[in-house]
């Protein structure tokens, strides 16, 4: 069974930092890039952050350059994003999903998705 769960969302103060996590099973995640995405009310879906096969390429979406770092682990099946400099902006639902397309173009999310882990920044 195919399972990409989230967990280290939560209520944050800006200027703060969170740690999300993502387990993967069920299929060969370091066959897949794998990526970060947002929804926030009443907006689209977008994506994040992404990550390539070995770690060696990452992509950021603009407003979260120097923030935030996607990082991978194929040995322990995890995918890990440390946001820090947490704004009130950043509030949004954050999925783990694999990703179709990573690069300076833009970060498309691919089939396999979680179920998402709520941040809220907010004084």
């Known amino acids: 069974q195919v399972k990409l769960v989230e967990s280290g969302g939560g209520l944050v103060q800006p200027g703060g930092s969170l740690r999300l996590s993502c387990v993967v099973s069920g299929f060969p995640m370091d066959l897949y890039t794998m990526g970060w995405f947002r929804q926030a009310p009443g907006k689209e879906r977008e994506g994040v952050a992404c990550i390539s096969k070995r770690d060696d390429r990452t992509i950021y979406e603009d407003s979260v350059k120097g923030r935030f770092t996607i990082s991978r682990d194929n040995a322990k099946n995890t995918v890990t994003l440390q946001m820090n400099s947490l704004k009130p902006e950043d509030t949004a639902v954050y999925y783990c999903?694999?990703?179709?397309?990573?690069?300076?173009?833009?970060?498309?999310?691919?089939?396999?998705w979680g179920q998402g882990t709520q941040v809220t920044v907010s004084s």
């Open positions: 999903a694999t990703v179709y397309t990573c690069d300076s173009a833009g970060i498309i999310g691919g089939v396999r």
